[in-house]
């Protein structure tokens, strides 16, 4: 089989040997279905330890369902979601969010990929009027679509405002060991410690098969929150293969190192690509992403080599993604490609 190479997305990234081994080793007997196994008990005990004792974490299958089992739990119809305009829920979900929550999505611009409280401030001036939808969760994603990270402290701002308006913070985690690698800080100092309410935590990104999970860290949120995955199609039968996956991910520190390992890609590849002045990057690389525009000539012989995403065809805007198994040789071996892209 040819070797192929994608620098499109880190969900084309194979399973982490120590995940797939983790599987196996838990395909052995019979196993208690629907999560009362003893390997989905140690899964809600580690994200305990990272989040801290009072969160309650539900695995789910996909970063959709999290997202969308979050939202429809926390609203109701008449509510309305703010979110950046770039948000995931906004353009990657094919409208579940809206179908299943029947919320209004407000998207804010957010060129960098991040809204901010006097953004949101005008929305609440309708509260208490029949007429308009009532604003009722903000929804950030951490890392950002555009690659970018809030900041412990802009979360924070973000929470205490979210407090004083009686809203409710969740966050879209789908590449949240990126995040926590990025800004060198724990999962519990940047999630749980600013005030975040809910998050749909990621693993496919990070070396899982599949298998995402809502942590809510307000335990009163959680109620009944068990009645919400089953109707929302997220309850798996077989939890123990979902659980295996967590275990491996949150021992010893692996969502760290892989997070790590491709958010230094990520760099070195932009290290690389400021020698090329037909390049121009157009977001800070902060975790595993790289934004550039690129002459659209060069993108047609690229895309010949390789397989990748063009983010905004009317900028030649290109996104290019590292993940835990990019190797230093791969990195190499492209910006030699897109040199000789620009050269022909």
């Given at each position: 089989?040819?070797?192929?190479?994608?620098?499109?997305?880190?969900?084309?990234?194979?399973?982490?040997?120590?995940?797939?081994?983790?599987?196996?080793?838990?395909?052995?007997?019979?196993?208690?279905?629907?999560?009362?196994?003893?390997?989905?008990?140690?899964?809600?005990?580690?994200?305990?330890?990272?989040?801290?004792?009072?969160?309650?974490?539900?695995?789910?299958?996909?970063?959709?369902?999290?997202?969308?089992?979050?939202?429809?739990?926390?609203?109701?119809?008449?509510?309305?979601?703010?979110?950046?305009?770039?948000?995931?829920?906004?353009?990657?979900?094919?409208?579940?969010?809206?179908?299943?929550?029947?919320?209004?999505?407000?998207?804010?611009?957010?060129?960098?990929?991040?809204?901010?409280?006097?953004?949101?401030?005008?929305?609440?001036?309708?509260?208490?009027?029949?007429?308009?939808?009532?604003?009722?969760?903000?929804?950030?994603?951490?890392?950002?679509?555009?690659?970018?990270?809030y900041t412990t402290e802009e979360i924070t701002e973000i929470a205490q405002f979210a407090r004083e308006n009686q809203?409710?913070?969740?966050?879209?985690?789908?590449?949240?060991?990126?995040?926590?690698?990025?800004?060198?800080?724990?999962?519990?100092?940047?999630?749980?410690?600013?005030?975040?309410?809910?998050?749909?935590?990621?693993?496919?990104?990070?070396?899982?098969?599949?298998?995402?999970?809502?942590?809510?860290?307000?335990?009163?949120?959680?109620?009944?929150?068990?009645?919400?995955?089953?109707?929302?199609?997220?309850?798996?039968?077989?939890?123990?293969?979902?659980?295996?996956?967590?275990?491996?991910?949150?021992?010893?520190?692996?969502?760290?190192?892989?997070?790590?390992?491709?958010?230094?890609?990520?760099?070195?590849?932009?290290?690389?690509?400021?020698?090329?002045?037909?390049?121009?990057?157009?977001?800070?690389?902060?975790?595993?992403?790289?934004?550039?525009?690129?002459?659209?000539?060069?993108?047609?012989?690229?895309?010949?080599?390789?397989?990748?995403?063009?983010?905004?065809?009317?900028?030649?805007?290109?996104?290019?993604?590292?993940?835990?198994?990019?190797?230093?040789?791969?990195?190499?071996?492209?910006?030699?490609?897109?040199?000789?892209?620009?050269?022909?």
């Amino acid at each position: 089989m040819q070797k192929f190479k994608s620098f499109a997305s880190d969900n084309n990234a194979p399973v982490h040997e120590s995940v797939m081994r983790a599987i196996l080793e838990v395909n052995q007997g019979d196993a208690i279905a629907y999560g009362d196994d003893v390997h989905t008990l140690k899964t809600e005990q580690l994200f305990k330890e990272q989040f801290g004792p009072q969160a309650k974490a539900f695995l789910v299958f996909n970063g959709t369902g999290a997202n969308v089992s979050a939202l429809s739990h926390l609203s109701r119809p008449f509510n309305a979601i703010v979110c950046a305009d770039k948000a995931h829920i906004q353009h990657d979900e094919c409208g579940a969010p809206e179908k299943f929550t029947g919320c209004k999505l407000h998207a804010l611009p957010a060129p960098d990929g991040k809204i901010r409280t006097g953004q949101i401030k005008p929305l609440l001036h309708s509260t208490g009027f029949q007429h308009h939808a009532q604003t009722r969760i903000i929804s950030i994603t951490q890392a950002t679509e555009l690659g970018t990270v809030y900041t412990t402290e802009e979360i924070t701002e973000i929470a205490q405002f979210a407090r004083e308006n009686q809203l409710i913070l969740h966050m879209d985690g789908a590449r949240i060991a990126n995040a926590a690698a990025s800004l060198g800080v724990s999962m519990r100092e940047m999630v749980t410690d600013t005030g975040v309410d809910v998050l749909s935590f990621g693993g496919t990104k990070n070396g899982m098969m599949l298998g995402e999970a809502v942590v809510f860290l307000e335990p009163e949120l959680a109620e009944d929150f068990m009645y919400t995955r089953k109707q929302s199609m997220q309850l798996a039968s077989k939890m123990r293969y979902l659980s295996a996956q967590f275990n491996a991910l949150l021992s010893n520190d692996l969502w760290l190192q892989n997070a790590r390992h491709a958010n230094r890609m990520a760099s070195l590849l932009s290290e690389k690509l400021s020698a090329l002045p037909q390049v121009q990057i157009t977001q800070p690389v902060q975790t595993n992403g790289v934004f550039a525009i690129v002459p659209k000539p060069a993108i047609e012989k690229l895309k010949r080599k390789y397989f990748f995403y063009v983010w905004d065809e009317g900028r030649s805007e290109v996104r290019w993604m590292t993940a835990f198994n990019t190797t230093e040789e791969d990195i190499e071996a492209f910006v030699k490609a897109i040199r000789e892209a620009l050269e022909d």
